[in-house]
Protein backbone atom coordinates (compact mmCIF):
# COMPACT_ATOMS: atom_id res chain seq x y z
CA UNK A 1 0.00 0.00 0.00
CA UNK A 2 1.22 3.56 -0.67
CA UNK A 3 1.48 5.93 2.44
CA UNK A 4 -0.68 8.76 1.91
CA UNK A 5 0.95 12.28 2.75
CA UNK A 6 -0.62 14.72 4.82
CA UNK A 7 -0.41 17.13 1.80
CA UNK A 8 -2.27 14.45 -0.26
CA UNK A 9 -5.08 13.81 2.14
CA UNK A 10 -5.10 17.44 2.81
CA UNK A 11 -5.63 18.55 -0.85
CA UNK A 12 -8.10 15.60 -1.71
CA UNK A 13 -10.68 16.78 1.17
CA UNK A 14 -10.20 20.50 -0.21
CA UNK A 15 -11.20 18.83 -3.72
CA UNK A 16 -14.50 16.98 -2.15
CA UNK A 17 -15.22 19.73 -0.08
CA UNK A 18 -15.37 21.51 -3.22
CA UNK A 19 -17.62 18.77 -5.03
CA UNK A 20 -15.00 19.21 -7.98
CA UNK A 21 -15.94 15.20 -9.46
CA UNK A 22 -13.58 15.65 -12.41
CA UNK A 23 -10.56 16.75 -9.64
CA UNK A 24 -11.08 14.13 -7.47
CA UNK A 25 -11.23 11.13 -10.18
CA UNK A 26 -7.81 12.39 -11.19
CA UNK A 27 -6.55 12.61 -7.70
CA UNK A 28 -7.27 8.96 -7.41
CA UNK A 29 -7.01 7.33 -10.88
CA UNK A 30 -3.89 5.50 -10.25
CA UNK A 31 -4.56 4.21 -6.47
CA UNK A 32 -4.87 0.38 -6.03
CA UNK A 33 -8.35 -0.25 -4.59
CA UNK A 34 -6.44 -1.01 -1.58
CA UNK A 35 -5.07 2.36 -1.23
CA UNK A 36 -8.82 3.77 -1.58
CA UNK A 37 -9.84 2.14 0.66
CA UNK A 38 -6.97 3.26 2.92
CA UNK A 39 -7.90 6.57 2.45
CA UNK A 40 -11.37 5.76 4.16
CA UNK A 41 -10.00 5.86 7.56
CA UNK A 42 -9.10 9.13 7.29
CA UNK A 43 -12.18 10.02 5.68
CA UNK A 44 -15.93 11.07 7.28
CA UNK A 45 -18.77 9.11 5.97
CA UNK A 46 -19.60 11.75 3.77
CA UNK A 47 -16.31 12.26 2.46
CA UNK A 48 -16.18 8.63 1.62
CA UNK A 49 -19.07 8.51 -0.26
CA UNK A 50 -18.75 11.35 -2.60
CA UNK A 51 -15.16 9.41 -3.47
CA UNK A 52 -17.09 6.21 -3.74
CA UNK A 53 -19.99 7.47 -5.69
CA UNK A 54 -16.98 8.51 -8.56
CA UNK A 55 -15.76 5.07 -8.95
CA UNK A 56 -17.04 2.46 -12.02
CA UNK A 57 -18.28 -0.76 -10.42
CA UNK A 58 -15.97 -3.02 -10.68
CA UNK A 59 -13.37 -0.64 -8.70
CA UNK A 60 -16.14 0.63 -6.17
CA UNK A 61 -17.01 -3.52 -5.91
CA UNK A 62 -12.90 -3.64 -5.06
CA UNK A 63 -13.20 -1.34 -2.91
CA UNK A 64 -15.81 -2.78 -1.07
CA UNK A 65 -13.63 -5.96 -0.32
CA UNK A 66 -10.87 -4.03 1.03
CA UNK A 67 -12.43 -1.94 3.26
CA UNK A 68 -11.85 -2.47 6.78
CA UNK A 69 -15.53 -4.18 8.29
CA UNK A 70 -16.93 -1.55 10.49
CA UNK A 71 -15.86 1.40 7.17
CA UNK A 72 -17.70 -1.12 5.49
CA UNK A 73 -20.62 -1.31 7.46
CA UNK A 74 -21.09 2.09 7.46
CA UNK A 75 -20.92 2.24 3.95
CA UNK A 76 -23.21 -0.27 3.23
CA UNK A 77 -25.62 1.30 5.01
CA UNK A 78 -25.66 4.79 3.83
CA UNK A 79 -26.66 2.49 0.16
CA UNK A 80 -29.21 1.43 -1.37
CA UNK A 81 -29.71 -2.31 -2.23
CA UNK A 82 -29.51 -1.79 -5.92
CA UNK A 83 -26.17 0.04 -6.03
CA UNK A 84 -25.24 -2.77 -3.87
CA UNK A 85 -26.29 -5.19 -5.81
CA UNK A 86 -24.54 -3.82 -8.97
CA UNK A 87 -21.34 -3.96 -6.95
CA UNK A 88 -21.76 -7.52 -5.88
CA UNK A 89 -22.05 -8.76 -9.27
CA UNK A 90 -18.27 -7.96 -9.75
CA UNK A 91 -17.18 -10.13 -6.86
CA UNK A 92 -16.61 -13.80 -6.94
CA UNK A 93 -18.96 -15.30 -5.12
CA UNK A 94 -17.22 -16.20 -2.32
CA UNK A 95 -16.74 -12.24 -1.62
CA UNK A 96 -20.37 -11.52 -2.40
CA UNK A 97 -21.28 -13.43 0.53
CA UNK A 98 -18.81 -12.30 2.47
CA UNK A 99 -20.85 -8.76 1.72
CA UNK A 100 -24.41 -10.03 1.98
CA UNK A 101 -24.08 -11.81 5.29
CA UNK A 102 -23.37 -8.24 6.85
CA UNK A 103 -26.80 -7.45 6.19
CA UNK A 104 -30.08 -8.54 7.36
CA UNK A 105 -32.47 -10.29 6.08
CA UNK A 106 -34.95 -8.22 4.39
CA UNK A 107 -31.81 -6.51 2.61
CA UNK A 108 -30.48 -9.65 1.31
CA UNK A 109 -33.71 -10.93 -0.50
CA UNK A 110 -33.57 -7.54 -2.32
CA UNK A 111 -29.97 -7.57 -3.31
CA UNK A 112 -30.37 -11.02 -4.52
CA UNK A 113 -33.58 -10.05 -6.74
CA UNK A 114 -31.38 -7.16 -8.28
CA UNK A 115 -28.83 -9.48 -9.41
CA UNK A 116 -29.96 -10.30 -13.45
CA UNK A 117 -27.35 -13.19 -13.64
CA UNK A 118 -29.65 -16.09 -12.58
CA UNK A 119 -27.03 -18.69 -11.90
CA UNK A 120 -24.38 -16.29 -10.02
CA UNK A 121 -27.65 -15.02 -7.57
CA UNK A 122 -28.31 -19.17 -7.59
CA UNK A 123 -24.86 -19.75 -6.28
CA UNK A 124 -24.58 -17.02 -3.71
CA UNK A 125 -27.91 -18.49 -2.28
CA UNK A 126 -26.36 -21.71 -1.55
CA UNK A 127 -23.27 -20.73 0.00
CA UNK A 128 -25.18 -18.49 2.03
CA UNK A 129 -26.71 -21.73 3.68
CA UNK A 130 -22.88 -23.34 4.62
CA UNK A 131 -21.62 -21.86 8.15
CA UNK A 132 -19.32 -18.95 7.97
CA UNK A 133 -16.65 -21.19 9.57
CA UNK A 134 -16.71 -23.97 7.47
CA UNK A 135 -15.40 -24.86 4.13
CA UNK A 136 -18.87 -24.09 2.44
CA UNK A 137 -19.07 -20.90 3.73
CA UNK A 138 -15.47 -19.81 3.09
CA UNK A 139 -15.52 -21.18 -0.89
CA UNK A 140 -16.14 -20.04 -4.34
CA UNK A 141 -17.73 -21.24 -7.29
CA UNK A 142 -15.71 -19.65 -10.13
CA UNK A 143 -13.63 -22.31 -11.35
CA UNK A 144 -12.04 -24.14 -14.48
CA UNK A 145 -13.92 -28.05 -14.76
CA UNK A 146 -13.49 -30.57 -17.29
CA UNK A 147 -15.36 -33.59 -17.83
CA UNK A 148 -12.69 -36.84 -18.11
CA UNK A 149 -13.88 -38.36 -21.39
CA UNK A 150 -13.42 -35.34 -23.04
CA UNK A 151 -10.34 -35.19 -25.72
CA UNK A 152 -7.70 -32.48 -24.96
CA UNK A 153 -8.45 -30.25 -28.19
CA UNK A 154 -12.12 -30.05 -26.33
CA UNK A 155 -10.84 -29.48 -23.20
CA UNK A 156 -8.53 -26.77 -24.24
CA UNK A 157 -12.44 -25.35 -26.38
CA UNK A 158 -14.17 -25.49 -22.83
CA UNK A 159 -11.16 -24.25 -20.70
CA UNK A 160 -10.81 -21.50 -22.88
CA UNK A 161 -14.80 -20.49 -22.27
CA UNK A 162 -14.98 -21.03 -18.68
CA UNK A 163 -11.72 -18.72 -18.33
CA UNK A 164 -13.63 -15.79 -19.69
CA UNK A 165 -15.57 -15.11 -16.68
CA UNK A 166 -12.74 -15.88 -14.31
CA UNK A 167 -9.96 -13.01 -12.93
CA UNK A 168 -7.60 -16.07 -11.93
CA UNK A 169 -6.85 -19.76 -13.04
CA UNK A 170 -5.63 -22.25 -10.05
CA UNK A 171 -6.01 -25.55 -11.14
CA UNK A 172 -8.00 -28.00 -13.55
CA UNK A 173 -10.56 -30.01 -11.98
CA UNK A 174 -11.64 -33.20 -13.58
CA UNK A 175 -15.05 -34.83 -12.49
CA UNK A 176 -17.36 -37.52 -13.71
CA UNK A 177 -20.36 -37.44 -15.82
CA UNK A 178 -21.96 -37.11 -12.23
CA UNK A 179 -19.90 -34.09 -11.11
CA UNK A 180 -17.67 -36.22 -9.02
CA UNK A 181 -14.48 -34.83 -8.59
CA UNK A 182 -11.73 -37.32 -9.67
CA UNK A 183 -8.31 -35.14 -10.67
CA UNK A 184 -6.51 -32.26 -10.85
CA UNK A 185 -5.29 -31.60 -14.88
CA UNK A 186 -1.86 -30.30 -14.88
CA UNK A 187 -1.13 -27.40 -17.19
CA UNK A 188 2.54 -28.61 -18.52
CA UNK A 189 0.03 -32.50 -19.41
CA UNK A 190 -2.01 -29.86 -21.98
CA UNK A 191 1.29 -28.97 -23.81
CA UNK A 192 3.19 -31.90 -23.56
CA UNK A 193 -0.04 -34.39 -24.59
CA UNK A 194 -1.85 -32.12 -27.17
CA UNK A 195 -3.31 -35.20 -29.09
CA UNK A 196 -4.06 -37.42 -25.83
CA UNK A 197 -7.85 -39.36 -26.20
CA UNK A 198 -8.95 -38.24 -23.37
CA UNK A 199 -8.66 -36.14 -20.21
CA UNK A 200 -8.63 -39.28 -17.94
CA UNK A 201 -5.41 -41.03 -19.19
CA UNK A 202 -3.19 -38.20 -17.82
CA UNK A 203 -4.84 -36.31 -15.21
CA UNK A 204 -3.36 -36.26 -11.71
CA UNK A 205 -5.99 -38.26 -9.30
CA UNK A 206 -6.26 -38.26 -5.49
CA UNK A 207 -5.88 -34.38 -5.56
CA UNK A 208 -6.10 -33.10 -1.92
CA UNK A 209 -9.92 -31.85 -0.84
CA UNK A 210 -12.14 -31.02 1.55
CA UNK A 211 -15.91 -31.27 2.49
CA UNK A 212 -17.95 -28.35 2.78
CA UNK A 213 -18.38 -28.68 6.97
CA UNK A 214 -14.22 -28.88 7.25
CA UNK A 215 -13.59 -25.96 9.85
CA UNK A 216 -11.24 -22.86 8.94
CA UNK A 217 -8.80 -24.52 11.05
CA UNK A 218 -8.32 -27.80 9.54
CA UNK A 219 -7.78 -26.24 6.16
CA UNK A 220 -5.19 -23.59 7.17
CA UNK A 221 -3.03 -26.62 8.10
CA UNK A 222 -4.01 -28.24 4.99
CA UNK A 223 -3.45 -25.68 3.13
CA UNK A 224 0.55 -25.37 4.84
CA UNK A 225 0.80 -29.11 5.01
CA UNK A 226 0.29 -29.57 0.98
CA UNK A 227 2.07 -26.09 0.00
CA UNK A 228 -1.48 -25.49 -1.63
CA UNK A 229 -2.75 -22.00 -3.69
CA UNK A 230 -6.00 -23.41 -4.25
CA UNK A 231 -8.22 -26.62 -2.52
CA UNK A 232 -11.07 -28.26 -3.90
CA UNK A 233 -14.64 -28.35 -1.91
CA UNK A 234 -16.44 -31.64 -2.38
CA UNK A 235 -20.18 -32.41 -0.93
CA UNK A 236 -20.79 -35.54 1.15
CA UNK A 237 -20.68 -37.89 -1.66
CA UNK A 238 -17.84 -36.45 -3.66
CA UNK A 239 -19.28 -33.91 -5.94
CA UNK A 240 -17.21 -30.92 -6.59
CA UNK A 241 -19.69 -27.49 -5.45
CA UNK A 242 -16.22 -25.04 -5.21
CA UNK A 243 -12.67 -24.12 -4.23
CA UNK A 244 -10.73 -22.63 -1.41
CA UNK A 245 -7.98 -20.13 -2.46
CA UNK A 246 -5.03 -19.68 -0.39
CA UNK A 247 -5.77 -15.56 -0.31
CA UNK A 248 -9.33 -16.67 1.79
CA UNK A 249 -7.35 -19.10 4.25
CA UNK A 250 -5.31 -16.42 4.91
CA UNK A 251 -7.31 -13.49 5.00
CA UNK A 252 -9.07 -16.09 8.13
CA UNK A 253 -5.80 -17.62 9.66
CA UNK A 254 -4.99 -13.60 10.33
CA UNK A 255 -8.28 -12.62 11.74
CA UNK A 256 -8.10 -16.13 14.18
CA UNK A 257 -5.05 -15.20 15.22
CA UNK A 258 -5.96 -11.77 15.84
CA UNK A 259 -8.79 -12.70 17.75
CA UNK A 260 -6.49 -15.59 19.86
CA UNK A 261 -3.73 -12.13 20.73
CA UNK A 262 -6.50 -10.71 22.32
CA UNK A 263 -8.03 -13.02 24.18
CA UNK A 264 -4.49 -14.11 25.45
CA UNK A 265 -4.50 -10.37 26.52
CA UNK A 266 -7.81 -10.27 28.65
CA UNK A 267 -9.77 -8.59 25.75
CA UNK A 268 -13.13 -10.53 25.56
CA UNK A 269 -14.15 -9.01 22.18
CA UNK A 270 -12.69 -7.92 18.82
CA UNK A 271 -11.51 -4.11 19.36
CA UNK A 272 -9.45 -1.72 17.20
CA UNK A 273 -7.36 1.10 18.60
CA UNK A 274 -10.06 3.42 16.44
CA UNK A 275 -13.12 1.65 18.19
CA UNK A 276 -15.26 4.47 20.63
CA UNK A 277 -14.46 4.43 24.07
CA UNK A 278 -17.98 2.59 24.72
CA UNK A 279 -16.64 -0.15 22.67
CA UNK A 280 -12.57 -0.41 24.36
CA UNK A 281 -14.18 -0.35 27.67
CA UNK A 282 -16.64 -3.51 27.08
CA UNK A 283 -13.77 -5.18 25.51
CA UNK A 284 -11.57 -5.01 28.35
CA UNK A 285 -13.55 -4.37 31.68
CA UNK A 286 -14.82 -7.78 32.02
CA UNK A 287 -11.18 -9.59 32.51
CA UNK A 288 -9.73 -6.10 34.41
CA UNK A 289 -13.04 -7.39 36.38
CA UNK A 290 -11.99 -10.96 37.54
CA UNK A 291 -8.69 -9.44 38.13
CA UNK A 292 -10.32 -7.70 40.77
CA UNK A 293 -12.02 -10.83 42.18
CA UNK A 294 -8.68 -12.19 42.29
CA UNK A 295 -7.02 -9.66 44.24
CA UNK A 296 -9.62 -9.21 46.87
CA UNK A 297 -9.41 -13.55 46.62
CA UNK A 298 -5.84 -13.23 47.39
CA UNK A 299 -6.21 -10.74 50.19
CA UNK A 300 -8.91 -13.04 51.40
CA UNK A 301 -6.20 -15.79 51.56
CA UNK A 302 -2.98 -13.17 52.99
CA UNK A 303 -5.50 -11.85 55.73
CA UNK A 304 -6.15 -15.66 57.21
CA UNK A 305 -2.10 -15.78 57.71
CA UNK A 306 -2.43 -12.22 59.92
CA UNK A 307 -0.58 -14.16 62.86
CA UNK A 308 2.50 -15.86 60.67
CA UNK A 309 3.24 -12.60 58.78
CA UNK A 310 3.97 -10.51 62.42
CA UNK A 311 6.06 -13.82 63.99
CA UNK A 312 8.04 -13.43 60.49
CA UNK A 313 7.84 -10.22 58.56
CA UNK A 314 10.45 -11.40 56.02
CA UNK A 315 7.49 -13.89 54.18
CA UNK A 316 5.78 -10.58 52.88
CA UNK A 317 8.87 -9.89 50.98
CA UNK A 318 8.30 -12.61 48.55
CA UNK A 319 4.76 -12.70 47.76
CA UNK A 320 5.28 -11.30 44.70
CA UNK A 321 7.88 -13.53 43.51
CA UNK A 322 5.80 -16.48 44.10
CA UNK A 323 2.79 -14.88 42.69
CA UNK A 324 4.55 -13.59 39.42
CA UNK A 325 6.37 -16.77 38.75
CA UNK A 326 3.53 -18.77 38.72
CA UNK A 327 1.81 -16.69 36.21
CA UNK A 328 4.93 -16.73 34.27
CA UNK A 329 5.21 -20.66 34.14
CA UNK A 330 1.29 -20.96 33.98
CA UNK A 331 1.48 -18.50 30.73
CA UNK A 332 4.76 -20.09 29.05
CA UNK A 333 3.28 -23.79 29.25
CA UNK A 334 -0.69 -22.86 28.10
CA UNK A 335 1.28 -20.86 25.08
CA UNK A 336 3.42 -23.90 23.77
CA UNK A 337 0.39 -25.93 23.88
CA UNK A 338 -1.85 -23.63 22.14
CA UNK A 339 0.43 -22.95 19.15
CA UNK A 340 0.78 -27.05 18.93
CA UNK A 341 -2.68 -27.19 18.60
CA UNK A 342 -3.02 -24.21 16.07
CA UNK A 343 -0.25 -25.29 13.95
CA UNK A 344 -1.50 -29.38 13.85
CA UNK A 345 1.65 -30.67 15.69
CA UNK A 346 0.05 -31.52 18.82
CA UNK A 347 -3.23 -33.39 19.17
CA UNK A 348 -5.81 -33.24 22.31
CA UNK A 349 -5.32 -37.23 22.16
CA UNK A 350 -2.33 -37.22 23.04
CA UNK A 351 -2.43 -35.19 26.22
CA UNK A 352 -1.56 -37.72 28.92
CA UNK A 353 1.59 -38.25 26.76
CA UNK A 354 1.82 -33.86 26.67
CA UNK A 355 0.91 -33.30 30.27
CA UNK A 356 3.27 -35.59 31.59
CA UNK A 357 6.51 -34.27 29.60
CA UNK A 358 5.39 -30.85 30.84
CA UNK A 359 5.66 -32.31 34.48
CA UNK A 360 9.06 -33.41 33.40
CA UNK A 361 9.86 -29.44 32.50
CA UNK A 362 8.58 -28.25 35.45
CA UNK A 363 10.13 -30.69 37.86
CA UNK A 364 13.55 -29.23 35.59
CA UNK A 365 12.70 -25.59 35.86
CA UNK A 366 11.33 -25.64 40.07
CA UNK A 367 14.95 -27.65 40.65
CA UNK A 368 16.86 -24.98 39.26
CA UNK A 369 14.38 -21.97 40.41
CA UNK A 370 14.23 -22.69 44.11
CA UNK A 371 17.98 -23.93 44.46
CA UNK A 372 18.72 -19.97 43.00
CA UNK A 373 16.27 -18.38 45.22
CA UNK A 374 17.92 -20.98 48.31
CA UNK A 375 21.57 -19.55 47.35
CA UNK A 376 19.93 -15.76 47.84
CA UNK A 377 17.99 -16.02 50.63
CA UNK A 378 20.90 -18.29 52.69
CA UNK A 379 22.94 -14.94 52.46
CA UNK A 380 20.26 -12.42 52.45
CA UNK A 381 18.48 -14.16 55.28
CA UNK A 382 20.72 -16.96 57.07
CA UNK A 383 20.48 -20.69 56.13
CA UNK A 384 18.22 -21.56 59.20
CA UNK A 385 15.23 -18.83 58.67
CA UNK A 386 12.24 -20.67 58.11
CA UNK A 387 11.64 -18.34 55.16
CA UNK A 388 14.15 -19.17 53.40
CA UNK A 389 13.27 -22.76 53.07
CA UNK A 390 9.52 -22.34 53.04
CA UNK A 391 9.83 -20.13 49.53
CA UNK A 392 12.48 -22.48 48.28
CA UNK A 393 9.67 -25.41 48.58
CA UNK A 394 6.91 -22.99 47.51
CA UNK A 395 8.59 -22.07 44.59
CA UNK A 396 9.46 -25.24 43.23
CA UNK A 397 5.62 -26.26 44.15
CA UNK A 398 3.72 -23.36 42.40
CA UNK A 399 6.64 -24.29 39.68
CA UNK A 400 5.35 -27.13 39.51
CA UNK A 401 1.40 -27.15 39.41
CA UNK A 402 1.72 -23.92 37.00
CA UNK A 403 3.56 -26.35 34.24
CA UNK A 404 0.76 -28.89 34.19
CA UNK A 405 -2.40 -26.41 35.21
CA UNK A 406 -0.91 -24.63 32.19
CA UNK A 407 -0.81 -27.31 29.76
CA UNK A 408 -4.06 -28.91 31.57
CA UNK A 409 -6.47 -26.20 30.39
CA UNK A 410 -5.89 -26.02 27.29
CA UNK A 411 -6.29 -28.89 25.96
CA UNK A 412 -9.41 -29.16 28.24
CA UNK A 413 -11.12 -26.52 26.73
CA UNK A 414 -10.14 -27.72 23.09
CA UNK A 415 -11.54 -31.29 24.07
CA UNK A 416 -14.80 -28.83 25.12
CA UNK A 417 -14.43 -27.21 21.27
CA UNK A 418 -13.61 -23.50 23.22
CA UNK A 419 -10.78 -21.90 22.05
CA UNK A 420 -7.75 -22.92 23.47
CA UNK A 421 -6.44 -19.18 24.04
CA UNK A 422 -8.59 -18.26 26.83
CA UNK A 423 -6.36 -20.18 28.90
CA UNK A 424 -3.00 -18.09 27.60
CA UNK A 425 -3.51 -14.71 29.18
CA UNK A 426 -5.73 -13.82 32.34
CA UNK A 427 -7.09 -16.69 33.26
CA UNK A 428 -4.17 -18.79 34.19
CA UNK A 429 -2.11 -15.80 35.55
CA UNK A 430 -5.21 -15.29 38.61
CA UNK A 431 -5.80 -18.76 38.93
CA UNK A 432 -1.85 -19.83 39.49
CA UNK A 433 -1.42 -16.33 41.42
CA UNK A 434 -4.38 -17.69 44.10
CA UNK A 435 -3.20 -21.48 44.26
CA UNK A 436 0.34 -20.01 44.43
CA UNK A 437 -0.58 -18.09 47.49
CA UNK A 438 -2.46 -20.85 48.99
CA UNK A 439 0.77 -22.90 48.49
CA UNK A 440 3.32 -20.53 50.18
CA UNK A 441 1.01 -19.74 53.13
CA UNK A 442 0.47 -23.23 53.99
CA UNK A 443 4.35 -24.48 53.53
CA UNK A 444 5.27 -21.17 55.37
CA UNK A 445 2.49 -21.50 58.24
CA UNK A 446 3.02 -25.18 58.50
CA UNK A 447 7.05 -24.42 58.94
CA UNK A 448 6.66 -21.75 61.48
CA UNK A 449 4.15 -23.90 63.51
CA UNK A 450 7.03 -26.63 63.27
CA UNK A 451 10.30 -24.64 63.96
CA UNK A 452 9.24 -21.10 64.71
CA UNK A 453 11.28 -18.35 62.83
CA UNK A 454 14.32 -20.44 63.08
CA UNK A 455 14.43 -24.03 61.95
Given at each position: MKEHSSEYLDSLKAIIERHDEEEARKAIADLHPADIAELYQDLDLEEAEFLYRLLDDETAADVLMELDE??????????????????????????????????????????????????????????????????????????????ENWSMPQCIQEMRRQAENLDDIYYVYVVDNDYRLLGVLPLKKMLTHPSVSKIKHVMETDPVAVKTDTPIDDLTLDFEKYDLVAMPVVDS??????????????????????????????????VESDDTLFTQTKARLPWLLIGILGGIGNSLILGN?????????????????????????GIQSSAIIVQGLANGSLDVKSSAKQIFKELGVGLLNASIISLLVFVYNVFALGPTQVTTIAV??????????????????????????????????????????????VIYMLISSSLLAAFGTVA
Open positions: DDRHKLLSAMSTEDIARQVVHLDTDDAVDIIQELDEEDRDEILAHIDDVEQAGDIIDLLKYDEDTAGGLMGTEMIVVNIGRLVGQITVDDVMDEAREQSERDYQLASGLSGDFEGAFAVNPAMALFIPLIGGTGGNVSLSLFAVVVFASVFGTFVPLTLEKFKIDPALATGPFISITNDIIGM
